[in-house]
T-cell receptor, first 112, second 116 residues
Framework: DQQVKQNSPSLSVQEGRISILNCDYT??????FLWYKKYPAEGPTFLIS?????DKNEDGRFTVFLNKSAKHLSLHIVPSQPGDSAVYFC???????????FGKGTRLHILP | KAGVTQTPRYLIKTRGQQVTLSCSPI?????VSWYQQTPGQGLQFLFE???????NKGNFPGRFSGRQFSNSRSEMNVSTLELGDSALYLC???????????????FGPGTRLLVL
């Protein structure tokens, strides 16, 4: 049973436009959410996080939005750049044990 | 400083065999976590070690085991390999544990295991 779902396996966006990656979760106990980025032949790298007490967190071109009632979060990248082409993983954890549950990932292609 | 290193990078085994994967964390990092990445299931948490003790464990069968040595290096063992164990096995290290470490953990390039 997939507790963290990324329903779009891939996404193509024109360079300079906004990229929106979506993530849904089923466990209402999740209280901390993270996004990771992964290039081929490399391990994932942390991108941005959000606590369940917030509904938005921004870091440069990256903004994460959290909608707790809908159990949905999204990552916005504005403007999209060629170096943003990668696989993005959404992840969540529950405070008491800190285990991270990852989604299956969304491959983002930034088109020239 | 040197990153997380994993050996071997590629491995081919047959069903029923066992395999040991190694992870050397970044110097000064005492926490090591292991993950399995497959196309069907994505990234799944296997276990986490801190100061030679297993701190957390994912939902994997007992065939998957690990350990951490006093120098923080970690090994992961899979016994009685099955075809479904074919995956990229990633190791990540961080200084400590908890929320802050999730953001500051560094992943290695992974070991790609193919079971025939």
């Amino acid at each position: 049973d997939q507790q963290v779902k990324q329903n779009s396996p891939s996404l193509s966006v024109q360079e300079g436009r906004i990229s929106i990656l979506n993530c849904d979760y089923t466990n209402s106990m999740f209280d901390y959410f993270l996004w990771y980025k992964k290039y081929p032949a490399e391990g994932p790298t942390f991108l941005i996080s959000i606590s369940s007490i917030k509904d938005k967190n921004e870091d440069g071109r990256f903004t994460v939005f959290l909608n707790k009632s809908a159990k949905h979060l999204s990552l916005h990248i504005v403007p999209s750049q060629p170096g943003d082409s990668a696989v993005y993983f959404c992840a969540a954890s529950v405070g008491r044990d800190d285990k991270i549950i990852f989604g299956k990932g969304t491959r983002l292609h930034i088109l020239p | 400083k040197a990153g997380v290193t994993q050996t071997p990078r590629y491995l081919i085994k047959t069903r029923g065999q066992q395999v040991t994967l190694s992870c050397s964390p970044i110097s000064g990092h005492r926490s090591v976590s292991w993950y399995q990445q497959t196309p069907g299931q994505g990234l799944q948490f296997l276990f986490e070690y801190f100061s030679e003790t297993q701190r957390n464990k994912g939902n994997f069968p007992g065939r998957f085991s690990g350990r951490q040595f006093s120098n923080s290096r970690s090994e992961m063992n899979v016994s009685t390999l099955e075809l479904g164990d074919s995956a990229l096995y990633l190791c990540a290290s961080s200084r400590g544990v908890g929320r802050a470490s999730q953001e500051t953990q560094y992943f290695g390039p992974g070991t790609r295991l193919l079971v025939l």
